[in-house]
């Protein structure tokens, strides 16, 4: 094989369409439209093949990107399909949402230091995931099952991830799902737009064919406890993916006024509840046409293009630091800066401005500067006196990070760190013999790769521990059922406030 070098692969990326800024901040169809096969293609051609290649390690489920790319330049697709999905169960996933700029593709050779853009290494998964959808591929896997049964909490990648490793060493996997589908953050978080529903339905199919049971409406801890999932369900080990949901408020005055709700309750309303498609659905919800959302990370973003598609006149981010600072994927604020969104940096709410019937009329900001760096390396904004002014605003959203959910903190003894968050080993092995978590509850907010990631490491501690217990676990098959109704409550319903009440 010719050795290319820098000089003799094409220079530019190749062409990938997106909707233009005017037409998709009033639709919700997908913004970016993915390659085509000539345009992959083109692009594949851009990889040197490195003999040592470093967006191995730069991926956290360390994908094989030359290995695929390679079979992609043969045009054996479904090959490099295969090849692909050794590492990961949500190709069309990851390469749609994964913050590739700071994992594979931020240490690519073709990226480093020579001026070009590096090789587009979630546009060729993202294609690849995209053509075994609309092809039906599914991948042969080989199970010899065992007598063991195992179950996850939570839906979310890292549960999908940890279930998959399971299921295909034999295990008999069952996923609990709180809300009445599955996905996590994927399917009630990330919206449409950048990750249509259905393309997260296919993925999840995979998982199924693997045999996987999804028990959806079911929430732990309320429904029965960790323990009596080990001790009178007869399960063998138990994995903890509930991400961690709980959003954080400010405490500042008029937070209880209506108008006033979290990110991740305008998106679960959104996608799950469909207010995007109010008569149709009865669930509208009644933003208004002035919407001020307070933080600048990815979950903000979503809430302001979202709300711009449920026809908000004025969307207006407020953050208290610069734009340098703001922690969104640079891609997510071009795209929001392009369909509209109005930025207020530097900028802090010290109230919520209510009318005489307890509804958002504004918001009352204060103006920031940067001072010294704090412990994060940040420079600490601090307001500037007397700078007070306020906006027009009929909803305020909170997008200004989360914490757990501390449900099986209350009904279980697993021990918890002093921030809530489940507290593990380096094998992701919690303070209960058999039960294992990864993902958001134990990292906090990160990224679904590193989800997935962790799901995967703690299927391979539970692989482990069960060999350790192989001759004295008793395999129950049947264990009297628990209905996935609480005294006929809608159980994601009642999750959900729950959540809000928190
Ligand atoms: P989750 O995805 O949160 O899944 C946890 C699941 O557990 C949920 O379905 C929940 O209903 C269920 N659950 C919780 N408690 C219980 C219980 N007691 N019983 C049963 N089920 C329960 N990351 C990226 O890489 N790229 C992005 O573009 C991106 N965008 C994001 C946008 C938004 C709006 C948000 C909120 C996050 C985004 N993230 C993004 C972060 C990423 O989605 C998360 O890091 C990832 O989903 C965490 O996965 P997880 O499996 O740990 O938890
Ligand atoms: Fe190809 Fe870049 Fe990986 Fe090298 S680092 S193998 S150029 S994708």
């Known amino acids: 094989m010719v050795r290319k070098t820098i000089r003799s692969i094409p220079q530019e990326r190749a062409f990938m369409p997106v909707q233009e800024p005017e037409e998709r901040a009033r639709n919700f169809d997908e913004v970016a439209l993915g390659f085509d096969l000539e345009n992959a293609m083109l692009e594949c051609e851009r990889c040197l093949m490195c003999p040592q290649p470093a967006c191995i390690e730069g991926c956290p489920v360390n994908i094989d990107v030359p290995g695929f790319i390679a079979k992609m330049l043969d045009k054996d697709y ?182 006033v709700l979290s990110a991740n309750e305008l998106l679960t309303r959104c996608n799950l509840m469909h207010a995007d498609n109010f008569p149709n659905f009865d669930t509208p919800l009644g933003l208004g046409k002035r919407i001020a959302v307070i933080g600048s990370g990815n979950t903000a973003m979503d809430a302001m293009r979202v709300s711009l598609r449920l026809g908000a006149e004025e969307v207006n981010c407020i953050y208290r630091r610069s734009e340098v600072e703001c922690p969104a994927r640079k891609e997510e604020l071009h795209h929001a800066q392009e369909e509209g969104i109005n930025f207020h940096w530097l900028t802090n709410p010290v ?106 490491k703690a299927a391979d501690s539970i692989r482990k521990y069960l060999g350790i217990r192989d001759s004295d676990v008793v395999y129950e098959p049947e264990k009297p059922g628990f209905e996935n109704s609480l005294f006929g409550i809608d159980l994601a319903e009642h999750c959900f406030t729950r959540i809000r009440q928190i």
């Open 78 to 259: 479904r090959g490099a399909y295969d090849h692909l999905t050794n590492s990961t169960l949500l190709p069309a996933v990851c390469g749609r949402v994964c913050p590739q700029e700071d994992q594979c593709e931020g240490v690519c050779a073709v990226g480093s230091g020579t001026g070009l853009e590096p090789v587009a290494i979630g546009r060729l998964e993202r294609f690849l995931g995209d053509m075994a959808i609309r092809e039906g591929w599914t991948k042969e896997t080989h199970i010899e099952p065992n007598r063991f049964r195992v179950a996850i909490v939570g839906s979310g990648p890292a549960g999908m991830a940890c279930a998959a490793d399971l299921a295909k060493a034999g295990c008999k996997v069952t996923i609990y799902e709180a809300f009445h589908v599955p996905g996590g953050v994927l399917r009630y978080g990330i919206p449409e737009f950048r990750l249509p529903n259905d393309v997260v339905d296919a993925e999840i199919s995979n998982l199924k064919a693997l045999g996987v049971d999804i028990q959806c409406n079911t929430l732990v801890g309320r429904l029965f406890t960790i323990e009596q999932m080990l001790d009178e369900m007869g399960y063998d080990a138990v994995f903890l993916g509930v991400g961690a949901g709980t959003p954080h408020f400010m405490d500042i005055p008029g937070e209880n006024l209506n108008g």
């Open 351 to 456: 109230e919520i401005l209510g009318d005489e019937k307890s509804n958002v009329r504004g918001i009352r900001c204060i103006r920031m500067e940067l001072g010294e760096a704090d412990s994060s390396g940040r420079r600490r904004p601090q307001p500037i006196e007397g700078s007070e002014f306020d906006f027009e605003a009929d909803t305020v959203v909170y997008a200004i990070g989360t914490s757990p959910n501390p449900i099986l903190g209350q009904t279980s003894s697993i021990g918890l760190n002093k921030w809530g968050y489940i507290d593990t080993n380096e094998n992701l092995a919690t303070s209960l013999a058999g039960v294992y978590a990864g993902g958001d509850i134990v990292t906090g907010a990160a990224t679904v790769i590193k989800a997935m990631g962790a799901g995967r």
